[in-house]
């Protein structure tokens, strides 16, 4: 967390402590003499929302900066897609499962793409480049172990699902944050961010990058690489040539995004962009 200075007044911590070794009595024991800072009932409730989108803003925000990150590289994908050779634990349909079978290819990309972010990263420090992922199974797994088999740490940015997805084991546990808001998730997904590689995956991914590509388009956000992995499979599932003939879009805005098939090439566009 951030660094302490010295004062001379007494710590929140210490009449935390000091009011848990009170004698329980009626007066004690009641909600309202709880320390509001220390009240899970009052902190988690409707009227303190506001204060809880600002703490989970804080808190990655302090330890990042206690660490010096200055720039991510981030991996969007799916959860669901398998490693090569591994069965896919999440297909409903003999259908389904094939069809993950045939891009688990990119939970390999993934790995490797991770591997040249965080090659990169370690000429700068790691202060620069560091992976960034949402912590979870499948794409997300793949980029945080790609880090960590070359050495560097990685952040993770997971959040709290109704099926309790644990964050992946490749995870620097230092870089490892929980969130309740996805609003708070994204920006911290995209406040440091130099590149933003899409690879196949569903909603989620679908969501997070739809969410850059407006913010890039309307001038809300720096124009960075925003990478698709996967041709064939991103034709079928949008297609946005409808919304150029439909004049939704401009031509020119099809100009913000950047197919790339494999890892290398997809670095190769990062370190060409940013004259690495």
Known sequence: ?????????????????????????????????????????????????GVRFQLEYLKPEMILRDNNIESTIVLFGGARIPAPGKEPKSAKTKLAKENLKKISHYYEEARLFAQYASNAAKKHDYKEYLVVTGGGPGIMEAGNLGAKQVGAPSIAFNIVLPHEQAPNKYISPQFC?????????????????????????????????????????????????????????????INLEALVEAGTISPEDMDLITIVENAKEGWDKIAKFYRL
């Open 1 to 49: 967390m951030s660094k302490q200075f010295r004062t001379p007044l007494r710590s929140s911590r210490q009449d935390i402590d000091a009011t848990r070794r009170l004698v329980q009595t009626e007066q004690t024991m009641a909600k309202a003499y709880r320390l509001a800072f220390s009240d899970e009932d009052f902190m988690t409730s409707e009227a303190l929302r």
């Open 177 to 237: 944050f929980n969130f309740h808001y996805f609003a708070t998730r994204k920006i911290h997904f995209l406040l440091r961010a130099k590149a933003v590689a899409i690879f196949p995956g569903g909603f989620g991914t679908l969501d997070e990058f739809f969410e850059t590509l407006t913010l890039i388009q309307t001038k809300r956000m720096e124009p960075i690489p925003l990478l698709m992995f996967g041709k064939e499979f991103w034709q079928k599932a």
